[in-house]
């Protein structure tokens, strides 16, 4: 789950890592009014996602009147994907230098990995490619967390001067945050050395760890909405992983690879597929309402239903299938393919009840269905 | 990890629905299930099974476990694997999807030291055709599983079935099946897993079942550049949008990180033959001489 800046700011803050004064606006006339008192200040479009600079939005303002200019041409605007209805204005600072600041999962080490650079503002590849000896990391312990001594000594390459002990209380508390919050990735970048001393957050991307919502209700509250379609959050509230494509092949199968699989089949046939959809795992027994997802879709023009069962039984699911196709009796061809546990009685189901005989393999039910979409 | 018939298994969850399911599936294959685990049941006997509190009174009780299977609900896995390294497990079978991160690498990082190897989280198990199996395949079905000399390993266990049923299909059977799973941090990794088979010497060739996310088959690309034993691969995820995740958690593509091609080029670099389909991987594997598929199991 991501956060917008705002949000994620206000988290930074509560951590102890100083932040700019801001309001979060609604409106014109209250990005106006926040800018009356903040003076020179920054407006920023409030967007999961990152490139929104480029995207014009974040504009700079000296008083109200341009406030005003800059908040109508950003409320409203699509970046993204995502229509930008909240506005960020921040007092603007004065700049020495921009410095990059991470806490994230790194996945190959399987631990937390702490992440400088004295390269800021621009994305961590392009520091990576541009500056790669401006990079420092801290490899961290999950069950000890980050010493401090240790980031303070790895840092003594950064030239920071008499900013290293404030850049070090940063990636400390950022690490704390990281933890407490259970993220994947919290980033500060820019993070601001001042022209006058002292440190800001100009910017944050916080990224939380969707398995661990569950223990982070508060948080899971005032995340950014997933930009979905909806469909997807159709099945999202039956508990379904539901993708919309743009093909016109209806895909329904069981597990994550068999499904990505029965895709690239489809594509590897010359046709494409309208839609992710894997009922694997305990959603096996949700056929029925997975085939009514598959079938609402309107570009559908045949389906391809793909099971392969081992803790998913195929009898429970072909049960499924049958029942949804009678009662909403589409007038689309539907091909099978069915192997696995509960095959037998699968196969036997889908013959009486629907009169279809299914393929041996997927390669050809697959191929089938491409022809019979057109 | 590679199960063997005289490996000592514990079910962690054994009372439960799937635990008790499966435990009755892995029993009658031939597994060796020496002891099941509910705190709440310590005492009872889940069928033949004797029930403890924890791993470690099972393996204070009875002397020792090799291998434990969790059949534990995401919020509670850490626990359960902390109890399982404590007791001295070897093998630890984390099939439960959707724990979160944090905990996987608290997991990993209690594990290691002790010398415990996990496999998973999120994995379908291990099959030893013939011998033995932990987890949620369906081992005991002859149409997708005969011992035999290919070794799998699969990140899926819904596409692993098939490509086993597609070898079983054309005359081949199974050293083993390797579920190594589908989270973006496992415990055991392809590279890992292809070690082990170009090891085992029941093995003679070995199919990889990748898919999209990650730098898995990237980082064994060196390994396979090494190995003696001709490995054959299909790679899920090729027709898959970027930047969503497709059902696993770690099948996502970011910028071009975890890509279908990034990872063909990669193995096909180190030698692999990567092919289009399921029903390809069958074709494109060296068929071993003396080797008779009617003959019977």
């Known amino acids: ?374 | 990890m590679i199960v063997r018939r005289s490996d000592r298994v514990v079910v962690q969850g054994i009372t439960g629905r799937q635990g008790s399911f499966w435990t009755e599936k892995m029993l009658a294959y031939g597994t060796r299930i020496v002891a099941g685990v509910n705190p709440k049941r310590a005492g009872d006997m889940h069928g033949e099974v004797p029930v403890y509190a924890s791993v470690r009174d099972a393996a204070r009780e009875i002397g020792g476990v090799d291998t434990s299977v969790m059949f534990i609900p995401p919020s509670a896995a850490l626990s359960a694997a902390e109890d399982a390294v404590a007791a001295g497990v070897r093998l630890l079978v984390v099939l439960t999807e959707h724990i979160p991160s944090h905990d996987v690498m608290r997991m990993h990082a209690l594990a290691a030291p002790a010398g415990c190897r996990i496999v998973g989280p999120n994995t379908a198990g291990l099959v030893t055709p013939g011998e033995a199996f932990v987890g949620i395949m369906p081992a005991f079905n002859r149409r997708v599983f005969r011992p035999g000399s290919i070794g799998v390993i699969s990140r899926s266990g819904s596409l692993g079935t098939l490509i086993c049923l597609n070898l079983v299909d054309a005359g081949h059977g199974q050293s083993a099946f390797i579920g190594i799973g589908g989270d973006p941090m496992l415990g055991t990794t392809v590279a890992d897993a292809l070690k082990e088979f170009e090891r085992d010497r029941k093995t003679e060739a070995i199919v990889l079942v990748g898919e999209i996310g990650g730098a898995m088959e990237e980082a064994a690309a060196d390994t396979i550049a090494a190995m003696r034993k001709p490995v054959v691969s299909f790679i899920a995820g090729r027709a898959s949008p970027p930047g969503r995740k497709m059902g696993h958690a770690g099948a996502i593509v970011m910028g071009s990180r975890g890509s279908y091609w990034s990872k063909r080029h990669a193995l096909e670099a180190a030698g692999v033959r990567v092919v289009d389909t399921p029903a390809a991987v069958a074709e494109a594997l060296p068929r071993s001489p003396g080797f008779d598929p009617r003959e019977p199991a």
Not at chain 1, 122 to 151: C, K, L, Q, Y
Not at chain 1, 256 to 267: H, S
Request: hydrophobic share 45%.
């Open chain 1, 1 to 374: 789950m991501d956060f917008e800046e705002a949000e994620a700011k206000e988290l930074l803050g509560q951590a102890g890592i100083p932040v700019p004064p801001g309001e979060l606006c609604l409106d014109v006339e209250a990005a106006a009014a926040a800018v009356r008192r903040l003076g020179r200040s920054a407006v920023k479009a409030q967007v999961p996602s990152g490139k929104r600079g480029k995207a014009g939005g974040i504009r700079l303002v000296d008083d109200a009147g341009q406030a005003r200019a800059a908040a109508k041409a950003i409320l409203g605007m699509e970046i993204a994907g995502y229509r930008i209805e909240r506005l960020l204005v921040e007092k603007c600072a004065s700049i020495a230098q921009e410095l990059y600041a991470a806490v994230l999962t790194d996945v190959e080490s399987r631990a937390p990995v702490v992440l400088f650079s004295s390269a800021g503002g621009m994305d961590i590849e392009e520091i990576a490619a541009e500056r790669p000896h401006s990079i420092f990391r801290v490899p961290a312990d999950i069950a000890r967390g980050v010493e401090r001594a240790r980031v303070r000594s790895v840092l003594q390459g950064a030239a920071l001067g008499e900013d290293l002990d404030a850049v070090t209380d940063v990636l400390v508390r950022l690490y704390e945050l990281y933890s407490r919050t259970d993220a994947e990735l919290v980033e500060i970048n820019p993070l601001a050395r001042l022209r006058g001393g002292g440190l800001l957050a100009l910017d944050c991307k916080l990224s939380l760890d969707d398995a661990a919502l569950f223990r982070q209700p508060e948080l899971a509250r005032r995340g950014a909405p997933e930009r979905t379609t909806e469909l997807e959050r159709r099945a999202r509230s039956l508990g379904l992983k539901y993708i919309e494509l743009p093909g016109n092949v209806g895909v329904l199968a069981n597990g994550a690879g068999l499904t990505m699989t029965t895709m690239d089949v489809i594509e590897h046939c010359g046709g494409a597929p309208a839609n992710f959809l894997e009922i694997g795992g305990d959603a096996y027994t949700k056929a029925e309402a997975a085939l009514g997802l598959v079938l609402a879709n309107p570009r559908v023009k045949s389906v391809i239903v793909n099971f392969c069962g081992a803790f998913a039984r195929t009898d429970v699911m072909a049960a499924g299938v049958v029942e949804a196709w009678q009662k909403l009796k589409p007038r689309l061809p539907v091909f099978f393919s069915v192997h696995g546990t509960g095959e037998e009685e699968a196969v036997e189901l889908i013959k009486q009840r629907l009169r279809i005989e299914p393929f041996d393999r997927m390669e050809d039910a697959v191929r089938a269905a491409v022809e019979a979409a057109g």
